[in-house]
């Protein structure tokens, strides 16, 4: 695809008509922004295209900010991952190898976590959510590796047609650039953008721009050609099933069009609040606002009495000339003779004052689903702790909408990091994970559609991870090391699908010590294996006692060979004792607890034997 002017002009709208859209939502957040920094009190004035109203005093009145909404905000953002979510590879069968390969590719997915900061970025994008209902990723590969990126949702514009990511045909990342810095991108052509001009704009959104001159101020730094800035429009979208990718930069192409290998468009949305069909939701912060006015109000009428009632009220004719003398002796108060000064009684402060402070922390607290218990404060209406524990309870219940959609958000965005590695993964990629006693393992990954993996057939060596290029297997995020106990039950129960029959003892307090499943899964079909094969020697050393032969030795050996999976030789002499043993086993309750396949083979076996077969 040429950079031709038509693909220009179109570019050019899609931009508009999504800027064009978005107009109203950024309106909304500018309000929400200066309410989360502490300008209560602040506006913007159409007039002087400034913001105005932050002083702390109006008409000498003192204007108090109680800034809960942030601290609010923040406690939500805590809360929710206080369990510090992960990625987790659940295996989608339990062969050996989808085992090994799901607990590899888990390793993987916490190296990538960890080495890239996904916790932080988690944390950038929940705030994004909460603030503006939205918070989106960029994931991609950047020619060396999977790179994961934090998009600011006012640089981002998505297609104004589309209720959700999937259904976008395009999408658009506007952020401001230094032109000294695309000249050193390999991405963009040097020649086009020595012709492009600064426009040291400080965001594409001039409502971003607003915020970000009030809180910096006038800007002082040198717009000069060399450290100008630019807006950099990096343009996404989908013709005939194939993804593309361009950037503009004025009116120029400072990127050609190039094909993406990829099956979508690289971004991911976090949403606080689900709102049916719509790209963009409520947020945290609008139905906040009111109720911390309230307290806003109430505490500065607080103030304000203190300020007033604290140094006295009088009544003084008028000319009396009162004067203050302060000196050695104190404090001297003189007045004209033949006029009055009365000392005004000072009146209580209205109790409706502080109902007006509680009624708003109360509302604050049911809006932001964060009660005084959950922020480890003990409520006054309820101390004890099956109280604590309700209040704790339905705050979670609140916050479970978008604790399930921070999952569906880290779900998605690992599942496609996966498929990201199994088509550009075409070498070994060595990393170092550590599990969760703090040991470091050597690991190599590779991507299926490697040729590496073609010359390998069915034998993986051991210490490499095959990236599926099929979402064979599922991501799903757990509690990182699962040290909770909540945490724990939950890995408990996924296991328990697996073994409906039950799981030894030692290995469900093991449980509670591990988060990684397939681990777990795998021990377990070890203990199982052992156990079998304890059992089947202890009853081959009792039968021994009881009929001294090399009979019972010789078909439990048979027995367990069936058991690993392999086939046993007939015996040349048949001797009672031989068939004998089988029976007895095939009545035991380790012979009726064994897979029925497994239990088959055995009886086929008894029949061959007693049949003569093979001899």
């Not at 800027?19 to 909304?28: C, L, V």
């Not at 003990?378 to 604590?388: D, F, H, L, T, V």
Request: glycine share 6%; aromatic share 10%.
């Amino acid at each position: 695809m040429r950079a031709s002017k038509k693909l220009y002009t179109k570019l050019s709208r899609w931009y508009s008509e999504a800027e064009g859209e978005r107009k109203n939502y950024d309106w909304q957040w500018f309000t929400y922004d200066l309410f989360v920094n502490g300008d209560h009190y602040a506006r913007y004035d159409k007039n002087t295209k400034q913001i105005v109203g932050g002083d702390k005093t109006i008409d000498g009145r003192p204007k108090v900010t109680i800034n809960k909404t942030y601290t609010t905000l923040r406690a939500v953002r805590n809360y929710v991952l206080r369990n510090k979510p992960k990625p987790q590879v659940t295996p989608e069968n339990l062969t050996e190898d989808t085992l090994d390969q799901a607990t590899n590719l888990t390793k993987w997915l916490e190296y990538k976590h960890e080495r890239d900061r996904l916790s932080m970025k988690t944390k950038s994008s929940l705030w994004h959510a909460l603030k503006y209902s939205v918070g989106w990723w960029q994931i991609l590969w950047n020619g060396e590796d999977i790179e994961i990126n934090v998009v600011d949702p006012y640089d981002f514009y998505p297609d104004p047609r589309a209720r959700h990511p999937e259904e976008m045909k395009y999408a658009i990342i506007a952020v401001r650039r230094r032109i000294s810095d695309l000249m050193e991108d390999e991405k963009y052509d040097k020649k086009m953008v020595e012709q492009v001009s600064p426009d040291n704009k400080e965001a594409s959104s001039t409502v971003k721009g607003r915020l970000l001159a009030h809180e910096r101020g006038t800007s002082t730094l040198n717009s000069g050609k060399k450290d100008g800035t630019v807006i950099v429009k990096e343009c996404w979208w989908k013709e005939k099933n194939k993804v593309w990718v361009a950037s503009l930069a004025g009116d120029k192409f400072i990127r050609k069009p190039e094909e993406v290998n990829t099956r979508q468009l690289p971004f991911f949305r976090l949403r606080s609040d689900v709102e049916p069909l719509q790209m963009y939701g409520q947020g945290w912060v609008k139905n906040l606002i009111d109720a911390n006015k309230m307290i806003d109000s109430a505490v500065s009428s607080i103030v304000e009495y203190n300020l007033i009632m604290n140094k006295g009220k009088y009544i003084a004719d008028k000319g009396a000339g009162v004067r203050i003398v302060n000196n050695q002796h104190g404090q001297i108060i003189e007045k004209k003779r033949g006029y009055n000064i009365q000392h005004q009684p000072v009146a209580p402060l209205s109790a409706a004052i502080f109902q007006q402070v509680e009624m708003g922390d109360r509302f604050l607290q049911d809006m932001g689903a964060m009660q005084d218990a959950t922020s480890g404060r003990i409520p006054s209406a309820g101390s004890s702790g099956r109280a604590i524990e309700a209040l704790q309870v339905g705050d979670s219940n609140n916050m479970a909408e978008l604790v399930d959609n921070l999952e569906e958000f880290l779900e998605d965005a690992y599942e496609y990091m996966l498929w990201l590695a199994s088509q550009y993964y075409q070498d070994y990629k060595n990393i170092i994970p550590i599990d969760y006693t703090g040991e470091r393992q050597f690991m190599k990954i590779i991507g299926e559609t490697s040729p590496v993996v073609d010359a390998m057939g069915d034998q993986i060596p051991e210490g490499v991870a095959v990236v599926p290029e099929k979402n064979i297997v599922d991501v799903s995020i757990t509690s990182w090391l699962g040290f909770t106990p909540e945490a724990r039950k939950e890995s408990l129960k996924e296991i328990y699908q697996f073994f409906p029959d039950g799981l030894p003892e030692d290995i469900v307090l093991d449980i509670f010590q591990v988060s990684n499943i397939a681990d777990v899964i795998k021990k377990i079909r070890e203990k199982k294996t052992q156990d079998r094969q304890d059992q089947l020697d202890q009853q081959s050393q009792q039968m021994e006692l009881e009929q001294p032969s090399s009979d019972g030795g010789e078909a439990a050996a048979a027995i367990r060979t069936i058991i690993n999976g392999g086939m046993p030789q007939v015996p040349a002499r048949l001797s009672p004792g031989y068939a004998q043993f089988i029976d007895q086993f095939l009545q035991t309750e380790e012979a009726q607890g064994l897979e029925p396949d497994i239990l088959q083979a055995i009886q086929n076996f008894r029949d061959q034997v007693v049949q003569g077969v093979g001899r």
